[in-house]
C-alpha cells in the first residue's frame, strides 16, 4: 500500500521518493500547516479527523506520514521524531499495524469502507494511536462516503484519520465540516529551486543554476514533478547539465533563447529574429513548442507591461522581471497584443500548415514589420489631406515604410511610442486583419480534389466547417442536414485522403453537427452550382428516391 516499499527499482530509488521529507524541519514550505500539527502535539490535542487539500506533489502524503511518526514514535509524542525506532520505521516501510494507508482511488467501495470499520473495532497494537491516511479520497464511491460518514461521525478513541485529495470540491460538506481542513499551497520556484539545489550537492549532480530554475519554473509549484525532472535530466546526461541540454533532454525552451526572438521583434530587427527562431529550430525544437513559449512569454511581458504588481501574478524573481521589463520597455500594451494575436493566428495556421516553420516566420516579419502597416483611420485622414488627430507611431529607419506622397510632415517622436487612436489595445490589430490567404487553406485543396472527382460531395463539402483539433479533422455539417454527414461518411476514405495531400498529415475525420447560426458566419457564399452539377444531383438514387416519396418534380430552388 506504501509507494515507497514499491518503488524502490533494482536498489535505484526515484529521487521524488528518496528525498521525501521525513520530519516537520524538512518540509519546504507548508509552515502555516507545519505550525499547527506542531502545536496539535505538543498541546496534545489531535483531532479525529484532518483533511489535507492541495494540488499533486506539495507534500499532503509526507506531511501526514510525518505527523504519524511523531504521533507514534516510541519517544513521542514529539514534533521531532526519532526515524529509527520500530514503530517509525515500520510507518517508513508501510508495514506498520497501526498505520494504514489507503488509496482512495483503488479502495474506493463500501467494502473497503465496511473493511476499515471491522479494523476500527480494535485498540491500536503497538502504536498510541491508530491512524488511517486515505488519499485521494474524493474518489470514493458515494456508498463508501455514507459508510465513512458514520464512523466520521463516532470515531472510536485512539484514532485518527488523515484524508488528502487533489479536489475538495468534490467532497461533500458533510465530510469537510467534521474534519479539520488544511490547505497545502503550491511552492514557489525559489522553494523549489532551493530543494532542488540541496538534492544536486548531495548526490553531486552538475547543474547550471539557470537549468535548475528551469525545472523549477516548468513544475508549477509541484516538488514531485520537479524532482521528477531532475531525475530525468540526471539520468541522461553524464556531462554538467545546461539550459540547452535540458532544452533538448525534456523539451524544454529556455526563456532566455524565447526572449532573445521576441527582443530582435521589439527592435524591428528582421534578420535577427529569423535568426534566433532557427537557432531554437534547428536546436531539435519543434515549431508547436516554440510557438506555445512564445505565448507564455508575451503573455507574461503583458502582464509586466500593464500589471502595477506583476510579482503577486507571475512566479518570477526580481531578475526576471527586471529583465522582463527592460524587453518591453518600448513597446506599448496594445503591440503586445497585436503580438499575441499574430501568435494566435499563427498557431491554428501552422496546425495545418504542411510547412509550420514558414507560418512562424512570416508571423514573425509580421510582428516585427507591424509598423509598416498604416492604420486606415490615418489613412483615411491622409487622403482627405489632413493632419493625423494624433501623433503616429514612428518606423525605424531600418524598416521601409509607405508614406503616401501628400503626407505631412510627421513630428520624430523618442521613446515610448504611443499607439495611433485606431490601434489601441481594444481595436482589432489593422496589420493582423486578413485571414489565412485561401491558397493555404487545407480546407480550399480538399474541396478542390474532390471537385474533380464528385462534384457532389464537394457542394456539400462546401456547406461545411472545416476545423483541426488535437490531430484530428473537425468537420462541421448543418445540424439539419445530417444527410450531408452520411453522405461524408460513405466518402470518408476519399476526405481522408485528400486531407492527408492537403495537409501531410494522417488525421482522423469527425463529424459535427454544427449550430446553423455558426455556419451562416463561417460559410462563404459560392455561386450557384453549374449546370452539369444539377444534372448529375438529379440523377442521384437518394434524390430520385425522394422524388418518388414525395411525387414530385425534381429542380433548383433559384429555378422557379
Ligand atoms: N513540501 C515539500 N517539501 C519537500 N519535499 C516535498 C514537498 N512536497 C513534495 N515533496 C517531494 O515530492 C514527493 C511527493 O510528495 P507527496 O508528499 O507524496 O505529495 P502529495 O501527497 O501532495 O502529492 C516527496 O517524496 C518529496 O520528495
Ligand atoms: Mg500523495
Ligand atoms: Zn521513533
Request: aromatic share 6%; proline share 7%; charged share 25%.
Amino acid at each position: 500500500m506504501m509507494e515507497d516499499a514499491d518503488k524502490k527499482k533494482g536498489g535505484y530509488q526515484v529521487m521524488a521518493l528518496k528525498w521525501r521529507p521525513s520530519t516537520f524541519a524538512e518540509v519546504v514550505g507548508q509552515q502555516h500547516i507545519v505550525r499547527s500539527l506542531s502545536n496539535a502535539i505538543k498541546l496534545n490535542r489531535i483531532a479525529g479527523a484532518y483533511l489535507f487539500c492541495g494540488t499533486r506533489g506539495v507534500g499532503k502524503t509526507s506531511m501526514a506520514r510525518i505527523f504519524s511518526r511523531s504521533i507514534n514514535c516510541e519517544s513521542g509524542p514529539t514534533t521531532t521524531p526519532c526515524g529509527k525506532c520500530r514503530n517509525c520505521a515500520e510507518i517508513a516501510d508501510g508495514n506498520s499495524m497501526d498505520v494504514v494507508e489507503i488509496d482512495g482511488a483503488s479502495n474506493n467501495g463500501v467494502d473497503n469502507i465496511r473493511e476499515i470499520r471491522d479494523h476500527l473495532q480494535y485498540a491500536p497494537v503497538k502504536c498510541r494511536m491508530k491512524i488511517y491516511i486515505i488519499d485521494e479520497v474524493h474518489m470514493l464511491s458515494p456508498a463508501a462516503f455514507n459508510a465513512f460518514l458514520k464512523t466520521l461521525e463516532e470515531p472510536p478513541p485512539h484514532t485518527v484519520f488523515i484524508m488528502a485529495t487533489t479536489e475538495q470540491s468534490k467532497l461533500p460538506d458533510t465530510v469537510l465540516s467534521r474534519c479539520q481542513v488544511f490547505e497545502f499551497r503550491a511552492l514557489s520556484d525559489q522553494e523549489i529551486a532551493g530543494r532542488l539545489q540541496k538534492i544536486i550537492d548531495s548526490d553531486g549532480i552538475r547543474i547550471t543554476p539557470g537549468a535548475v530554475m528551469m525545472i523549477a519554473r516548468r513544475a508549477e509549484g509541484s516538488m514531485r514533478d520537479a524532482q521528477s525532472l531532475l531525475d530525468q535530466a540526471a539520468s541522461y546526461a553524464a556531462e554538467s547539465i545546461d539550459e540547452e541540454l535540458l532544452g533538448m533532454v525534456l523539451g524544454l525552451v529556455s526563456r532566455e533563447k524565447i526572449w532573445a526572438v521576441l527582443g530582435a521583434v521589439t527592435r524591428k530587427e528582421v534578420d535577427g529574429t529569423l535568426h534566433q527562431l532557427h537557432d531554437l529550430y534547428y536546436a531539435g525544437f519543434e515549431v508547436g513548442v516554440i510557438l506555445r513559449e512564445l505565448f507564455e512569454a508575451v503573455r507574461a511581458l503583458t502582464i509586466v507591461k500593464v500589471s502595477n504588481a506583476p510579482e503577486k501574478i507571475l512566479k518570477e524573481t526580481g531578475d526576471a522581471l527586471a529583465a522582463m521589463k527592460q524587453l518591453v520597455e518600448g513597446v506599448t500594451p496594445g503591440r503586445l497584443q497585436q503580438y499575441y494575436d499574430i501568435l494566435l493566428r499563427a498557431k491554428s495556421q501552422a496546425a495545418t500548415a504542411g510547412n509550420p516553420l514558414s507560418v512562424l516566420e512570416m508571423a514573425l516579419i509580421k510582428m516585427v514589420r507591424l509598423d509598416d502597416v498604416i492604420p486606415v483611420a490615418e489613412l483615411v485622414e491622409r487622403l482627405k489631406g489632413m493632419p493625423a488627430a494624433a501623433p503616429q507611431p514612428q518606423a525605424s529607419a531600418a524598416a521601409p515604410r509607405f508614406v503616401p506622397p501628400s503626407a505631412p510632415p510627421r513630428p520624430a517622436t523618442s521613446g515610448a511610442r504611443q499607439p495611433a487612436p485606431s490601434q489601441n489595445y481594444d481595436a482589432p490589430p489593422p496589420a493582423a486583419a486578413p485571414a489565412a490567404p485561401a491558397a493555404g487553406d487545407p480546407w480550399e485543396a480538399v474541396r478542390a480534389v474532390i471537385k474533380e472527382k464528385k462534384p457532389l460531395l464537394a457542394a456539400s463539402l462546401d456547406k461545411m466547417v472545416f476545423s483541426m483539433e488535437a490531430g484530428r479533422a473537425v468537420l462541421g455539417y448543418p445540424e439539419d442536414q445530417s444527410f450531408i454527414r452520411d453522405q461524408c461518411e460513405q466518402n470518408r476514405a476519399l476526405i481522408e485522403e485528400a486531407l492527408q495531400a492537403a495537409t501531410g498529415r494522417r488525421l482522423a475525420v469527425v463529424f459535427n453537427a454544427a449550430p446553423k447560426a455558426m455556419l451562416k458566419e463561417t460559410q462563404v457564399k459560392k455561386p450557384a452550382m453549374d449546370t452539369a452539377m444539377r444534372r448529375q444531383m438529379l440523377n442521384e438514387p437518394i434524390i430520385q428516391k425522394a422524388v418518388d416519396l414525395f411525387d414530385g418534380t425534381p429542380g433548383f430552388e433559384e429555378e422557379r
